[in-house]
């Protein structure tokens, strides 16, 4: 079975400074995909970042980065320069076979 | 490329009647998820399914069903509605579904039981 940890409930930050919201995670398999998902209050979930488990570079997409440390099972979020509109709730999800495990969720609160 | 679409966007109903959600994936995507969300337990998987066939099951009871259609559109069905029904319901698609694909959800639909 999988599980997500996402430890932090709520986290605050200035706006334009970087913040990292902590995940770990559990599995026995040996493949598996590694996503981070933004859910605004609208409810919609969007897409952020994705690691492989094979991957031996941290992905990267634009503010967004994925700091993945296997050994530790753990896949953290990095976002930097902080925005406004950043304000949501943040998930993050292990693919395994055809389904998702989400964590609990990050609720994080850009101020100005 | 339209998003995966999702109707109705709002429903209410009250105990005891059935509902019927309605997803749309990405034009080529084959593969079509579902998940419900609530504030007490979080993001539950439902189901999957892909070409017509469903894959993986979640833990819910028997009362929730679903079904794809060979243009790959989804239907989710409901019966005897509880009160602890009441969540939001996600849709996702992707082409295959394996381990390294992206799952893009759809804006979901708010089901208030009364």
């Known amino acids: 079975a999988q599980k997500i940890t996402q430890t932090q409930p709520g986290m605050f930050v200035q706006e334009k400074e970087a913040v990292t919201l902590d995940c770990t995670y559990d599995?026995?398999?040996?493949?598996?995909?590694l996503f981070w998902y933004k859910q605004p209050s609208s409810g919609e979930m969007i897409f952020l970042i994705y690691?492989?488990?094979?991957?031996?570079q941290n992905a990267t997409e634009g503010r967004y980065s994925l700091n993945f440390q296997k050994a530790r099972k753990s896949a953290n979020l990095v976002i930097s320069a902080s925005q406004l509109g950043d304000s949501a709730m943040y998930f993050c999800a292990m693919k395994a076979i055809y389904k998702l495990t989400f964590g609990k969720g990050t609720l994080l609160t850009v101020n100005p | 490329k339209a998003g995966v679409t999702q109707t109705p966007r709002y429903l209410i109903k009250t105990r005891g009647q059935q509902v019927t959600l309605s997803c749309s994936p990405i034009s080529g995507h084959r593969s079509v998820s579902w998940y419900q969300q609530t504030p007490g337990q979080g993001l539950q998987f439902l189901f999957e399914?892909?070409?017509?066939?469903?894959?993986n099951k979640g833990n819910f009871p028997g009362r929730f069903s679903g079904r794809q259609f060979s243009n790959s559109r989804s239907e989710m069905n409901v019966s005897t509605l509880e009160l602890g029904d009441s969540a939001l319901y996600l849709c996702?698609?992707?082409?295959?579904?394996?381990?390294?694909?992206?799952?893009?959800f759809g804006p979901g639909t708010r089901l208030l039981v009364l």
């Open positions: 690691q492989g488990s094979y991957d031996e």
């Open positions: 599995t026995s398999d040996q493949s598996y995909g």
């Open positions: 996702a698609s992707s082409l295959r579904d394996s381990t390294q694909e992206t799952q893009y």
């Open positions: 399914y892909f070409s017509e066939t469903q894959r």
